[in-house]
Nanobody, 121 residues
Framework: QVQLVESGGGLVQPGGSLKLSCVAS????????KGWYRKAPGKQRELVAL???????NYADSVKGRFTISRDNAKNTLYLQMNSLKPEDTAVYYC???????????????WGQGTQVTVSS
């Protein structure tokens, strides 16, 4: 069973920082953590940041320059460093991973349970 364990969410004041972590485990097949998504109340889930196998990154326009996605391949862990947080960043943040065959063929996606980030004064 694949499991994604997220941590690091919480309450922070505007302008503050948080660092989210996501650890993937439980599969003998290839699994790679690849992105962070978020869902605010009444809003569609949106991509926050994506990292490719080669390390290239993509960010939503709303977080560019403030958030940084990174991955520790040895620990199979994904991170999201969030700086200069704004109230509009308030959302549940989800870690996303893809499961592939040894020949790198896609099987399915997995999601973490979500961690709440609240930015408020």
């Amino acid at each position: 069973q694949v499991q994604l364990v997220e941590s690091g969410g919480g309450l922070v004041q505007p302008g503050g920082s948080l660092k989210l972590s996501c650890v993937a485990s439980g599969s003998s097949r290839s699994i790679y953590v690849k992105g962070w998504y978020r869902k605010a109340p009444g809003k569609q889930r949106e991509l926050v940041a994506l990292i490719t196998t080669g390390g290239s990154t993509n960010y939503a326009d709303s977080v560019k320059g403030r958030f940084t996605i990174s991955r520790d391949n040895a620990k199979n862990t994904l991170y999201l460093q969030m700086n200069s947080l704004k109230p509009e960043d308030t959302a549940v943040y989800y870690c996303n991973a893809a499961l592939t065959t040894p020949s790198s063929q896609y099987i399915t996606d997995y999601w973490g349970q979500g961690t709440q980030v609240t930015v408020s004064s």
